[in-house]
């Protein structure tokens, strides 16, 4: 009698499927929506970054990103977008999301007193838009080595009538620790984060059957914010997200 046949059997029919529940990641690059850290002497002098950044520079640093990397970042508030790229590692304080130059800030208009920002990895082949009036050295080096019917430039000398729209600024943020492809995932932390950081304003929103966002908030000011940004940094998600309500 063939053992080993008889053995192989019993593996394959007596053992019940195993459902695995993944951390899905819904993202195809890298994005990370969040507040950057604006280059001063003052912070490299006590420390507080690293390494140097010229203020006319068009490099940031970014930990999440391998160095050379392309990123648009754009000023949430005023949709203003520049082409960037990231720098050798740099340490700095975890609750930014990137050190930006005060050239970057200056020309996406970012209010220093909130300077939101969204970070997105630029793959080779990715296509994207840019001011006809605003491209820069780096954007038209992108542009030169993409395919023409990637790129899409805006005309900003033809007037076209919009109906103007009325922006809120208000101080209102939500902590995003993750999305989960299932709800069990999603109240797995949920409890983990109640549990074990003491945190109680934890929250589920079901974005679709498959998507299960697990956030913080909202928070109504800057320091709360910080505080409750490095407290959760315990559960050591490599992509947590501020996200600002309207």
């Known amino acids: 009698m063939n053992y080993k046949f008889v053995i192989l059997f019993i593996l394959l029919f007596s053992c019940s499927p195993i ?12 994005k990370n929506h969040g507040f950057a850290l604006i280059f001063n002497e003052g912070d490299y002098n006590k420390k507080i970054i690293n390494k140097y950044l010229d203020d006319r520079s068009l490099i940031i640093f970014q930990k999440n990103l391998k160095p050379e990397t392309k990123v648009k970042i754009t000023n949430i508030i005023n ?118 950081l003491n945190i109680k304003n934890v929250k589920i929103n079901e974005l679709s059957k498959t998507q299960f966002r697990v956030y913080l908030g909202p928070y109504k000011d800057l320091e709360t914010l910080k505080k409750i940004f490095k407290k959760i940094e315990a559960i050591e998600f490599e992509n947590i997200e501020i996200i600002k309500l309207w």
């Open 19 to 30: 459902e695995k529940e993944i951390d899905i990641n819904f993202k195809q690059s890298y």
């Open 79 to 196: 949709d203003k977008t520049i082409v960037a790229t990231v720098g050798k590692k740099a340490v700095y304080p975890s609750f930014y999301n990137s050190v930006i130059s005060k050239r970057i800030a200056n020309e996406l208009e970012i209010d220093l007193n909130e300077p939101y920002i969204k970070i997105q990895e630029l793959n080779r082949n990715q296509s994207f838009i840019a001011n006809k009036a605003k491209t820069y050295d780096e954007e038209r080096e992108v542009a030169a080595k993409a395919p023409v019917d990637e790129i899409g430039i805006k005309d900003l000398s033809k007037k076209i009538k919009k109906n103007k729209i009325i922006i809120r600024t208000d101080f209102n943020y939500l902590i995003k620790i993750a999305d989960f492809y299932y709800y069990k995932s999603a109240e797995s932390l949920k409890y983990r984060i109640r549990n074990e």
